[in-house]
């Protein structure tokens, strides 16, 4: 069976999240903002930590927008913790350091650089989507 596009675009966003580093440390760039962005920030640092913990579940239940949750069920077929568990064993590591947040209204635009290390290509910046839902942000699109 062929892999439909939407998940493949979704997939290859977590294999370049969790899988363009060679450090295996988390990061803690929440302490480098304040206020709504500081709690952006600190999505990033747990879905980082969670993806360290190569925890699926948790990210799924605790950091991915319904949404995104949806879009990967439907396109895998299957819960969006299987979807996400075979990436997650790919990956090396899964440091992100959050350079710049942007927040318009409900929508944070959060622009991450990772180490890809030994592939010679040095750093590699990525954009993170969340939206707020209630109280929570939530990652809405993974670059």
């Known amino acids: 069976m062929r892999t439909p596009p939407a998940l493949l675009a979704t997939l290859a966003g977590c294999a370049v999240v969790f899988g363009a580093c060679t450090s295996s440390t988390t990061s803690n760039s929440a302490s480098d903002f304040q206020g709504p962005q500081k709690a952006v920030a600190q999505v990033v640092d747990d879905f980082s930590s969670a993806g360290s913990d190569r925890d ?3 990210i799924c239940e605790e950091f991915l927008a319904p949404s995104l949750i949806q879009a990967i069920q439907k396109a895998s077929k299957t819960t969006c913790s299987n979807a996400l568990d075979n990436r997650l064993d790919d990956a090396d590591s899964f440091k992100l350091d959050v350079d710049k947040i942007t927040i318009n ?15 010679g290509d040095g750093d590699r910046r990525d954009t993170l989507q969340l939206q707020r839902i209630g109280n929570n942000w939530k990652i809405a699109q993974l670059s």
């Open 56 to 58: 699926a579940n948790k």
């Open 105 to 119: 209204g409900d929508q944070a635009t959060v622009t991450v650089t990772s180490d890809v290390g030994g592939s």
